[in-house]
């Protein structure tokens, strides 16, 4: 079992900034990437950002420039940075987490936290 649990959400004007973390726990052996996934109402469910193990680093070419994704290994712990915000990113964040447990690969959610950006 693998639980995500995602934090710092809410509502900020445009231009402004907030910080996404989502730490992972469970029966992890390994973890190949993670990453941050939206969606808004009525829109399909599409990528942000995602890190590897290796940290290597893909953004949706929307938030290049303006969000950074980052990791802390020891704690298996995702940050998304999001500078200069717009409406348009107005939306359920997701974490998503790929890698290995006890039964083989899985990709394991998170709740999803709530992002609200006023005009």
């Known amino acids: 079992q693998v639980q995500l649990v995602e934090s710092g959400g809410g509502l900020v004007q445009a231009g402004g900034s907030l910080r996404l973390s989502c730490a992972a726990s469970?029966?992890?052996?390994?973890?190949?990437?993670m990453g941050w996934y939206r969606q808004a109402p009525g829109k399909q469910r599409e990528l942000v950002a995602t890190?590897?193990?290796?940290?290597?680093?893909n953004y949706a070419d929307s938030v290049k420039g303006r969000f950074t994704i980052s990791r802390d290994n020891a704690k298996n712990t995702i940050y998304l940075q999001m500078n200069s915000l717009k409406p348009e990113d107005t939306a359920v964040y997701y974490c998503?987490?790929?890698?290995?447990?006890?039964?083989?690969?899985?990709?394991?959610w998170g709740q999803g936290t709530q992002v609200t950006v006023s005009s």
């Open positions: 469970g029966n992890i052996f390994s973890i190949n990437a």
């Open positions: 890190i590897t193990s290796g940290s290597s680093t």
């Open positions: 998503n987490l790929a890698g290995r447990g006890v039964t083989g690969r899985f990709s394991a």
